[in-house]
T-cell receptor
């Protein structure tokens, strides 16, 4: 049981390049989340998904797109990377029962540098 | 903005109890208090949560005041591996945007030998 995994672990992009970050979970969780964390700050929510085929905006969605084609995977895309998107990106998932969601489980993070 | 207030940093001697306070004076009746920690460069780790009763698990204890306006996370015998940033978060139990976590800056706990 690997929990939440993220690919890649590190990436360096040039301004204007695009890339996709992959998050996978094997806990059959309904909810998945993408966060970013800048130095000395707490995590901020980018986008989240309450189920396969659904996505919603979080606190800082601009410049990012997401897709949840399969329940176990949540993809975060950067269409045209900017230096302001240099950050550590964390994915998380949580179990849901009825209207209630439970604690989130986080992946190890992807460190992205945009030059 | 985070709905909680925590001291920016604390020190604790190895083997002693670490008591981390959190103020949440505007907490609503259905909101839970959650604690997560983030060891350097790793993803946050869930520790414990509670509504109004004190809670204990294998990692920690959570003490919530009767008026629910503050709480304390207790690590009973801190080790060097407990050095981390600890986040106190209040949230309703529901899914969707209501139940999303809002992270503040947390408390940087340094456990010293």
């Amino acid at each position: 049981n690997a929990g939440v995994t993220q690919t890649p672990k590190f990436r360096v992009l040039k301004t204007g390049q695009s890339m996709t970050l992959l998050c996978a979970q094997d806990m059959n969780h309904e909810y998945m989340y993408w966060y970013r964390q800048d130095p000395g700050m707490g995590l901020r929510l980018i986008h989240y998904s309450v189920g396969e085929g659904t996505t919603a905006k979080g606190e800082v969605p601009d410049g990012y797109n997401v897709s949840r084609l399969k329940k176990q995977n949540f993809l975060l895309g950067l269409e045209s990377a900017a230096p302001s998107q240099t950050s550590v990106y964390f994915c998380a998932s949580s179990y849901v029962q009825g209207a209630y969601s439970y604690e989130q489980y986080f992946g190890p993070g992807t460190r992205l540098t945009v030059t | 903005d985070a709905k909680t207030t925590q001291p920016p940093s604390m020190d604790c001697a190895e083997g002693r109890a670490a008591n981390l306070p959190c103020n949440h004076s505007t907490i609503s009746g259905n909101e839970y208090v959650y604690w997560y920690r983030q060891i350097h460069s790793q993803g946050p780790q869930y520790i414990i949560h509670g509504l109004k009763n004190n809670e204990t698990n294998e990692m920690a204890s959570l003490i919530i005041t009767e008026d629910r306006k503050s709480s304390t996370l207790i690590l009973p015998h801190a080790t060097l591996r407990d050095t981390a940033v600890y986040y106190c978060i209040v949230r309703p139990p529901y899914g969707g945007s209501q139940g999303n976590l809002i992270f503040g800056k947390g408390t940087k706990l340094s456990v010293k030998p």
